[in-house]
């Protein structure tokens, strides 16, 4: 299953580390964007609380949904660079659309092409880290993958804060900027990485919504598809974290400030939860990951300062770090390995359809009762969320 560095089992194959490089570039383009994004709809476009989590859930429920499909094509032509190289490609080619947009419906038709190329990319990409990863050390693979992945998502606001002071706080110039990143993961891509030969699932191409596909997932599978659509749901846009920094005193340049804090935390705790996890239950993580978001939902609706809103970020950090990289490792654990692409299709197809439920309920409770009533409602999710999975728990 490919070439391990350092010659060890118990190493980190080489294909992740690249894999890893190849988000942290790509995600410190998208972070750049995404970090001054809200603010750029809301100051410059005028656009409404509402509208922004429409398209916020909109484009990233694209994203989840168009995975599902790209998936089940990995594991038809038994191959994942190619996908990838398409998905982070379509990607490159959007980012010089946000700089060029003076409407809101340029924006969100670039965000939409953004997402779905991050929907084509995406399970194929976890599919590859599940082909190449030794099953010992699967939970720290999907750590390091991720981690990496945050390490772009928290150097892009803090490039994105240096380029508004120096281009004093004009957007459309530092937007431009998130083209360098983006080019320079898709050549990464291309050049550094080298997938392991396998063996297609057969010759004709079958949705992955059909019954007799669905049936050759295992019931633990489903239970973690879910989960991952009540953590989902309970966790809506990033979006608003940036929404409630700027209603509580950020300016437009160190808005982005958010997005460092939150990545920072996200960043330091993704890889450790992983390794632990290979070690401790992952379902006791996950826990603490919903008890995080909770805490990070009240502090995030009793904000009255600078101070309490980074807290709550970094609360919120904390929460994607004991979550994300585990679900992505108990999807892996509970498939067969000639489904991988399908089963993380699948997952996201339902974590999407969840994200989008999230970010318009968040959005219109925002605008007609205020930010306040829209972080408790979350935390009303994770709650309901971590009942369910104490509920497994007793019964597994």
Not at 71 to 76: E, K, L, Y
Not at 179 to 207: D, K, Q, T, W
Request: proline share 4%; charged share 10%.
């Amino acid at each position: 299953m490919g070439e391990f560095a350092g010659g060890s089992s118990r190493s980190i194959p080489r294909t992740i580390w690249a894999l890893g490089f190849v988000s942290l570039f790509m995600d410190l383009s998208s972070e750049l964007v995404h970090s001054l994004l809200p603010v750029f709809l809301v100051g410059t476009l005028g656009i409404s609380v509402m509208t922004i989590g429409l398209i916020e859930g909109v484009a990233e429920a694209t994203a989840l949904i168009v995975k599902v499909f790209s998936g089940a094509i990995s594991d038809f032509i038994g191959r994942r660079k190619e996908l990838l190289l398409l998905g982070y490609g379509l990607a490159a080619l959007t980012k010089p659309l946000f700089p060029l947009a003076a409407s809101a419906e340029l924006v969100f038709t670039a965000r939409i092409l953004d997402r779905i190329g991050k929907g084509i990319r995406g399970a194929p990409r976890d599919a590859l880290v599940a082909d190449v990863a030794p099953p010992t050390i699967r939970g720290a693979c999907f750590g390091l993958r991720q981690s990496m992945d945050t390490v772009g998502a928290f150097l892009g606001p803090i490039l994105a804060i240096f380029l508004m002071l120096w281009f004093v706080e004009d957007i459309s110039r530092v937007l431009w900027f998130a083209v360098i990143p983006a080019v320079l993961a898709v050549a990464l891509l291309f050049f550094g990485i080298n997938e392991p030969e396998h063996e297609a699932v057969s010759r004709h191409f079958r949705s992955p919504i059909q019954m007799n596909v669905l049936r050759q997932f295992s019931k633990s599978y489903w239970w973690v598809v879910g989960i991952g659509a009540a953590f989902t749901l309970a966790r809506f846009s990033e979006a608003f974290l940036i929404l409630r920094a700027q209603q509580l005193g950020f300016s437009a340049t160190w808005v982005p400030l958010v997005m460092v804090v939150m990545s920072g935390f996200y960043m330091l705790s993704a890889y450790p939860v992983g390794k632990w996890s290979d070690s401790i239950s992952r379902t006791a993580l996950l826990g603490v990951g919903l008890v995080l978001l909770i805490l990070a939902d009240v502090v995030l609706a009793y904000a009255e300062s600078v101070g309490m809103v980074l807290l709550g970020v970094a609360l919120w950090g904390l929460h994607m770090g004991f979550s994300q990289g585990i679900l992505a490792t108990l999807v892996a654990d509970t498939t067969p390995p000639t489904l991988k692409g399908t089963a993380f299709g699948l997952f996201n197809l339902v974590s999407g359809i969840a994200l989008l439920l999230a970010s318009v309920i968040a959005g219109g409770l925002w605008q007609v009762y205020g930010a306040a009533v829209a972080f408790y409602a979350g935390a009303a999710f994770s709650a309901a969320a971590l009942l369910l999975l104490f509920i497994e728990r007793r019964l597994a």
